[in-house]
Nanobody, 121 residues
Framework: QVQLVESGGGLVQAGGSLTLSCAAS????????KAWYRQRPGKPREWVAH???????NYADSVKGRFTVSRDNAKNTVSLQMDNLKPEDTAVYYC???????????????WGQGTQVTVSS
């Protein structure tokens, strides 16, 4: 079992920055990557970025060049640095532990509780 706890959300003006953190505990041998998802108001949850255990990261086109995902394997944490934030980035952001295989990220059943990010214009 894996437990995930996000932190770092808040209110920021457009063009500003925020860093989200996800602290993981527990283990599951089927997990080799972690991801960030978000759910914007009235929209389904969407994948934002993921990073595998080796540090290779992939990003959704909507955040590429503005968001950076990183991990600290020793501390078992994953971070999402968000720069040049836009009002459309307003969402609840979730951490997920899953499997990256053959070029695809498969979300696992492990989710954090979510953290709210609000970007004002």
């Amino acid at each position: 079992q894996v437990q995930l706890v996000e932190s770092g959300g808040g209110l920021v003006q457009a063009g500003g920055s925020l860093t989200l953190s996800c602290a993981a505990s527990g283990s599951d041998k089927s997990i080799n990557a972690k991801a960030w998802y978000r759910q914007r108001p009235g929209k389904p949850r969407e994948w934002v970025a993921h990073i595998d255990i080796g540090g290779t990261a992939n990003y959704a086109d909507s955040v590429k060049g503005r968001f950076t995902v990183s991990r600290d394997n020793a501390k078992n944490t994953v971070s999402l640095q968000m720069d040049n934030l836009k009002p459309e980035d307003t969402a609840v952001y979730y951490c997920n532990a899953g499997l990256y295989f053959n070029g695809h990220y498969n979300s696992g059943n492990y989710w954090g509780q979510g953290t709210q990010v609000t970007v004002s214009s």
